[in-house]
Nanobody, 117 residues
Framework: VQLQAFGGGLVQAGGFLRLSCAAFVDISGNNVMGWYRQAPGMQRELVASITRFGAINYADSVKGRFTISRVNAHDTVYLQMNSLKPEDTAVYYC????????????WGQGTLVTVSS
């Protein structure tokens, strides 16, 4: 297992969840860890990403509600999700990829987040 994700579940609209993902791969140089999600019948989309040097990117739909962070020493990434909405319901996947080598690209197993209205 290269990445292991935790923290999904069922929550009411307006609630919060925290996802975490640990990478068990050794990627030298800069890398980016991110969270993607895929709702039923939809394409997988980027939710948020963070590089080893702290550059962060958010999808417009989650700005101001979600916060991504990481601990470089353990290549662990977190996603704090506040003010959750039913449209946030999806399987969330963590990912780690090397910045300078597109062949190095690993995915976690996915964790289901369900937001009830």
């Amino acid at each position: 297992v290269q990445l292991q994700a935790f923290g999904g579940g069922l929550v009411q609209a307006g609630g919060f969840l925290r996802l975490s993902c640990a990478a068990f791969v050794d990627i030298s140089g800069n890398n980016v860890m991110g969270w993607y999600r895929q709702a039923p019948g939809m394409q997988r989309e980027l939710v948020a990403s963070i590089t080893r040097f702290g550059a962060i990117n958010y999808a417009d739909s989650v700005k101001g509600r979600f916060t991504i962070s990481r601990v470089n020493a353990h290549d662990t990434v977190y996603l704090q999700m506040n003010s959750l909405k039913p449209e946030d319901t999806a399987v969330y996947y963590c990912n780690i990829k090397a910045i300078h080598d597109s062949r190095i690209d690993y995915w976690g197993q996915g964790t289901l987040v369900t937001v009830s209205s």
